[in-house]
């Protein structure tokens, strides 16, 4: 079943044949007043009372046994669990422990198609070439977050797998840039701080802010910069308030 389409489930809807009973008339023969009654074989056993047929209704439709049921919520937040840990121990190289996480995705919904989606991912990953394009993953997403060690330790599983593989060098080429435009920027970042401190001493806040808010777009995510802006911040409330006593 894919989680990600829900079917829907038809229910039959029984109930019984409401069946219209009709008594059938006697009929008698008229009697003379004069003549005395008339009695002949049909009028010694009269018909019965018959009943008409009333044609039968088409029986309502039945649940489908060979439809799978729809999973509950419970059962689907379990299931992507379930299906999100086997792909990341696989990732790890657990393999393993991987396909015990599918087992159990099997165990709570068996016949998913999501479930053999996911082993047949987890298989392909498991083979050397899997796990040699697992690890380049790696490297590439560590060397964009400038975690060179993260990137050093991928590459080099890679090169385990396959030594002579071309992207291999060219990763390890590409990390370099990564480190040495890293540096530059750490370093035109510590630049701007000193001038943003310089602006202050001299008390020209216009300044300090322009310095600021450029190391800021460099990286924002430096802690050096938040520690600076508090710095700034300070400095703007002791000259506004030198200002207020004079």
Do not use: W
């Amino acid at each position: 079943m894919n989680l990600s389409t829900k079917q829907l489930i038809r229910y039959g809807v029984s109930g019984a044949l409401a069946v219209v009973v009709v008594a059938g008339a006697v009929y008698l023969l008229d009697r003379s007043p004069t003549a005395g009654p008339v009695t002949t074989a049909d009028d010694a056993n009269p018909p019965a009372a018959t009943t008409p047929r009333v044609a039968a209704k088409p029986a309502a439709p039945t649940a489908n046994p060979d439809e799978p049921a729809v999973p509950s919520a419970a059962q689907t937040d379990q299931m992507a669990r379930l299906l999100g840990d086997a792909r990341r121990l696989a990732a790890d190289g657990k393999f393993d422990e991987a396909k015990a996480a599918l087992d159990k995705a099997d165990a709570v919904m068996p016949g998913s198609d999501d479930t053999a989606a996911a082993r047949r991912e987890i298989a392909a990953l498991s083979t050397p070439q899997g796990q040699f394009v697992t690890q380049l993953a790696r490297a590439r997403a560590a060397i964009a977050q400038n975690d060179a060690g993260a990137a050093n330790q991928a590459l080099a599983e890679a090169e385990k797998v396959n030594p002579q593989a071309p992207e291999i060098p060219e990763l390890r080429q590409a990390m370099q840039e990564a480190q040495q435009k890293e540096t530059h920027r750490n370093g035109r970042i510590v630049e701007l701080l000193a001038t943003m401190r310089e602006a202050i001493a001299r008390h020209d806040f216009a300044a300090a802010d322009g310095a600021l808010n450029e190391a800021a777009r460099i990286d924002i995510r430096d802690p050096a910069i938040d520690q600076a802006r508090i710095e700034l911040a300070r400095a703007h409330d002791a000259d506004r308030k030198n200002k207020a006593e004079r």
